[in-house]
Each structure stands twice: as structure tokens, then as C-alpha cells.
């Protein structure tokens, strides 16, 4: 699967692809950047973009 897309935001995976932190055996990958935006509201302590709202998209 060389072109898989992130679910999240419908960008490229990448090489390196991080897992979501949404479920709990977190086997679904995410590009870098939304792992990084995930870690980022974790650390806010905000709520976690729900699987219902994926793919985001960038206004
Ligand atoms: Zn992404």
C-alpha cells in the first residue's frame, strides 16, 4: 500500500507514519504531522478529533 493517504487529513502518510492515539491498541496510522497535532491537544488537555469527523480538512 505505497499510497495509502492519512485517514486523518486525507494527506500523505509518509515514511514514518505515527499511530493515533483514539484507540486504545492504536493500529491505525496517521501522517507525522497529525500524530504531532494529536500529542499537541493531548498536552492542552483538549478533546481528541473524534474517527466521525475524519479526514479533516484545512480551512
Ligand atoms: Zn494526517
Do not use: K, N
Not at 15 to 26: F, G, I, K, V, Y
Amino acid at each position: 500500500m505505497p499510497d495509502t493517504p492519512c485517514p486523518r487529513c486525507g494527506g500523505p502518510l509518509g515514511e514514518h507514519p505515527a499511530r493515533t492515539r483514539l484507540t486504545l491498541d492504536r493500529d491505525v496510522r496517521i501522517c507525522t504531522p497529525c500524530g504531532t497535532d494529536e500529542a499537541t491537544r493531548i498536552a492542552r488537555g483538549e478533546p481528541p478529533i473524534p474517527f466521525g469527523d475524519w479526514p479533516i480538512r484545512a480551512s
